[in-house]
């Protein structure tokens, strides 16, 4: 079986391995699946607004069997009754972006959110920072009004005043730090650990095991390279963007890469409580069908296979 392997830019590490040719030398017969070329039109749960595409394509024909994700994702497929497993986590990326408002806005609090537009990329790992910091103020999610919008998007409904408030990622972030003087309302290591993570289906962990593990010391051996080759690597992404007609900067995605963790670490228990903490919140507000239990993800040799292939890393 040849697998299927899923990826993006917004997954730095899957998005380098994909040029890098590396895991062809594992699996010659694997398949690349780039997300952006899969259908959109029903990548919204009607019932709770959130995109299930990540996780629902897991389970179907032309879709991948293995993904990385930020946060959220996982959680939206649980619910949805998806039995996918995690393969494994990044370090903490709390450098990789914030709650910010205008400097000049009035808002100075989470607090002062209340009956305000706050933009995200609704479903990411953006929708888990606001959660966090919404339920830190003493907010829930109905108190504020929220904008699902991509990271380019927002810091410029942002500077434009459509917005009230943005969580930004770098390098969009970078754009809007030029243009303007903005404050932080929260910062992302206040409120959780905001690694990148992987999962597949627990059919491909139970049944392909020794090509889940050429992924896993595949993107280990990836990873190495870009912590390495920060602008090299930033060069996949400026070139992905020049080729559909848009403008990069090379220094800022360089900056980017520089401030992110690479590297595939097993899940731990504290991920595991944030996980629980979010898919809690997230039912209790409405944006889950159901309440899930996330260690039901969690198949134990997965962890070892991932801590095995640490001492394999090569540049």
């Known amino acids: 079986m040849a697998l299927r392997v899923g990826y993006f830019p917004h997954n730095n590490s899957l998005f380098v391995l994909r040029h890098r040719g590396i895991l062809e ?23 709770t607004g959130l995109p299930s595409l990540h996780s629902d394509w897991l389970f179907t024909e032309g879709g991948y069997d293995f993904i990385g994700t930020g946060f959220t994702p996982p959680i ?11 393969v494994g986590i990044s370090g903490p990326r709390v450098e990789n972006g914030r709650l910010v408002t205008k400097a000049d806005s009035g808002i100075r609090t989470a607090a002062d959110l209340q009956g305000k537009r706050v933009g995200i990329a609704h479903g990411s790992w953006q929708t888990t920072l606001l959660l966090f910091a919404l339920e830190k103020a003493g907010l829930t999610w109905s108190d504020v009004e929220p904008i ?9 409904a ?39 993570l992987w999962f ?11 090509e889940l593990e050429a992924i896993i010391a ?9 912590t390495a080759n920060p602008r090299a690597a930033a060069q996949y992404f400026v070139d992905d963007v020049t080729a559909r007609g848009g403008r990069a900067d090379l220094d800022a995605w360089e900056a980017a890469l520089r401030g992110r963790p690479f590297g595939v670490n097993a899940v731990t228990e504290e991920f595991l409580d944030e996980q ?5 919140l997230l039912a209790a507000n409405g944006l889950l069908s159901r309440t899930i239990r996330v260690r039901d993800a969690v198949l134990s040799w997965i962890g070892e296979a991932v801590e095995a292939t640490k001492s394999g890393a090569t540049v």
């Open 76 to 86: 939206t497929g649980l619910a949805n009754g998806r039995d996918l497993v995690y």
């Open 158 to 196: 942002l500077l434009a005043g459509d917005l009230d408030a943005w969580v930004g990622a770098y390098p969009g972030l970078t754009a809007v730090e030029a243009a303007t003087e903005l404050h932080t309302l929260v910062d992302t290591e206040s409120v959780f650990s905001h690694p990148s």
């Open 200 to 210: 597949t289906r627990r059919d491909i962990a139970e049944q392909h095991r020794p």
């Open 276 to 280: 629980q903490r979010a898919a809690d």
């Open 218 to 226: 595949s993107l280990q051996e990836s990873d190495a390279w870009i």
């Open 148 to 156: 699902d919008t991509d990271v380019r998007d927002g810091g410029d």
């Open 25 to 47: 030398t594992r699996l010659p017969d694997v398949e690349w699946v780039d997300l952006r070329t899969l259908p959109q039109s029903e990548r919204v749960d009607p019932k």
